[in-house]
């Protein structure tokens, strides 16, 4: 902090810029992981573990019953299903607006070394929402489930725009600048 006191700033320019920037594609096994270390500092076998519980349904739901909430979570595909494709756009369709979803689906590639055995980590119905399942789950299940029909949903939209600015500065050592008016 004492050598920034010691500079003396120059603003050169600056310019205000609208920028777009495309969703990441739906959850494959390794990005959920490291998303769920990052949010909530899940490990991996952590993380594995309450996936696991959500596809099984190892919850009880008001009448009893249990269902699993996301599609097989040992994946290496972003590949979505035509079925799930279809449900997504049109929850994004009806619930958030028609001006939020792309003209054409948007496709995500797979690495060439993916197997595409299984689809992406997804929800398997959009209309158990989070907030609608919240009273079923643990805590931990609430926040990977949230994480992972949120990423869903985000990733077949419209890109997203922000204004951005960008700032060129330059700065000089106070001595130097006493040299250079001297």
């Not at 739906?26 to 270390?37: D, G, K, N, R, V």
């Not at 398997?124 to 489930?145: C, F, G, I, N």
Request: aromatic share 10%.
């Amino acid at each position: 902090q004492k050598d920034l006191e010691k500079q003396v700033f120059k603003l050169l320019s600056n310019q205000r810029a609208e920028k777009d920037r495309q969703p990441v594609p739906p959850f494959i096994t390794p990005t959920l992981q490291q998303e769920a270390s990052r949010h909530f500092g899940f490990s991996s076998s952590r993380t594995r573990s309450i996936a696991q519980s959500l596809y099984e349904g190892s919850f009880t739901k008001e009448d009893s019953s249990s269902e699993g909430l996301i599609t097989y979570m040992r994946t290496d595909s972003v590949r979505v299903s035509p079925e799930g494709l279809d449900m997504e756009r049109k929850y994004i369709q009806k619930e958030l607006g028609k001006e939020f979803l792309p003209s054409s689906p948007r496709e995500y590639l797979s690495k060439k070394s993916s197997q595409d055995a299984h689809e992406a980590i997804r929800p398997t119905s959009l209309s158990l929402s989070p907030e609608k399942v919240s009273a079923w789950l643990s805590q931990e299940q609430l926040k990977l489930y949230s994480l992972i029909w949120k990423r869903f949903i985000a990733s077949q939209m419209n890109n997203e725009r922000r204004n951005g600015l960008a700032i060129l500065f330059c700065f000089f050592d106070r001595k130097q600048l006493e040299y250079l008016i001297f």
